[in-house]
């Protein structure tokens, strides 16, 4: 059951890859959203705003993907331009559209009176003060930016899966983007050690299953230390209290 399970979420995945890697629109859905999550780290919004956000982000990206499965379907049924082929495959991008104008409408409900006040308010002066009071949160948009950024790799590197091959570890991002996280947040040298002792057993064991190669493992470990110090080094005040 759970080898059926791990296989199940491995092909879901697989499909997430496929799809990126061969729509331009979900590579620009993906770009932007990575971009949108940095930015509510920035404003610091509200649970049910940013939960609003995930929401409509998820709703493009998921009809996105339903629209590329039934063009394929269709394309699989018929070569020919028949006519209800084309109002399925117009549907379908209408469903995407509305998604799409969706995502407008709730960003900008979200988004407009934090950005007015971020740009011509006090709230300017407090920002790095109201960011930094919420680690949890900046620990989430690493992960989230992460797993997008691996993603993205593996369509690029046009091989392997989410779990196994590809561009770069995704295992090996994870695992040292959480213990940079624990470096920077806790500046505890035991809880480091131990933290990035883990991380390397999990680069070990991605190499000695042959999942991956040391340089994939390198690019994934690299990645995971960028991200997580590009975040919090820049929008967090982690300065000795």
């Given at each position: 059951?759970?080898?059926?399970?791990?296989?199940?979420?491995?092909?879901?995945?697989?499909g997430?890859?496929?799809a990126?890697?061969?729509?331009?629109?979900?590579?620009?859905?993906?770009?932007?959203?990575?971009?949108?999550?940095?930015?509510?780290?920035?404003?610091?919004?509200?649970?049910?705003?940013?939960?609003?956000?995930?929401?409509?982000i998820?709703?493009?990206?998921?009809?996105?993907?339903?629209n590329t499965?039934?063009?394929?379907?269709?394309?699989?049924?018929?070569?020919?331009?028949?006519p209800?082929?084309?109002?399925?495959?117009?549907?379908?991008?209408g469903?995407?559209?509305?998604?799409?104008a969706?995502?407008?409408?709730?960003?900008?409900l979200?988004?407009?009176?934090?950005t007015?006040?971020?740009?011509?308010g006090?709230?300017?002066k407090?920002?790095?003060?109201?960011?930094?009071?919420?680690?949890?949160?900046?620990?989430?948009?690493?992960?989230?930016?992460?797993?997008?950024?691996?993603?993205?790799?593996?369509?690029?590197?046009?091989r392997g899966?989410?779990?196994?091959?590809?561009?770069?570890?995704?295992?090996?991002?994870?695992?040292?983007?959480a213990?940079?996280a624990?470096?920077?947040?806790?500046?505890?040298p035991?809880?480091?050690?131990?933290?990035?002792?883990?991380a390397?057993?999990?680069?070990?064991?991605?190499?000695?299953?042959?999942?991956?190669?040391w340089?994939?493992?390198?690019?994934?470990?690299?990645?995971?230390?960028?991200?997580?110090?590009?975040?919090?080094?820049?929008?967090?005040?982690?300065?000795?209290?």
């Open positions: 059951m759970k080898r059926h399970f791990t296989e199940s979420v491995n092909h879901a995945v697989d997430i890859v496929y990126v890697r061969t729509e331009r629109n979900l590579k620009v859905h993906f770009t932007l959203s990575l971009l949108v999550l940095v930015y509510c780290l920035i404003i610091d919004l509200q649970p049910l705003q940013v939960a609003a956000v995930f929401f409509a998820s709703l493009v990206i998921v009809s996105e993907m339903f499965a039934l063009e394929a379907l269709v394309n699989l049924q018929t070569l020919s331009h028949h209800l082929a084309r109002v399925a495959k117009d549907v379908a991008a469903g995407v559209l509305l998604a799409c969706n995502a407008c409408i709730i960003a900008y979200v988004f407009w009176e934090p007015k006040r971020l740009l011509w006090d709230e300017a407090n920002l790095y003060r109201r960011i930094s009071e919420h680690y949890t949160h900046g620990l989430i948009v690493v992960l989230t930016i992460i797993l997008i950024a691996v993603m993205i790799a593996k369509a690029l590197g046009k899966s989410f779990t196994r091959g590809g561009l770069v570890s995704g295992h090996a991002a994870i695992a040292f983007g213990s940079t624990i470096l920077v947040i806790t500046k505890n035991i809880a480091t050690t131990l933290a990035f002792a883990l390397l057993l999990v680069a070990q064991s991605r190499i000695e299953a042959n999942f991956h190669r340089v994939e493992v390198l690019m994934g470990a690299l990645l995971g230390i960028i991200a997580s110090l590009i975040v919090f080094l820049t929008f967090y005040n982690l300065h000795p209290t």
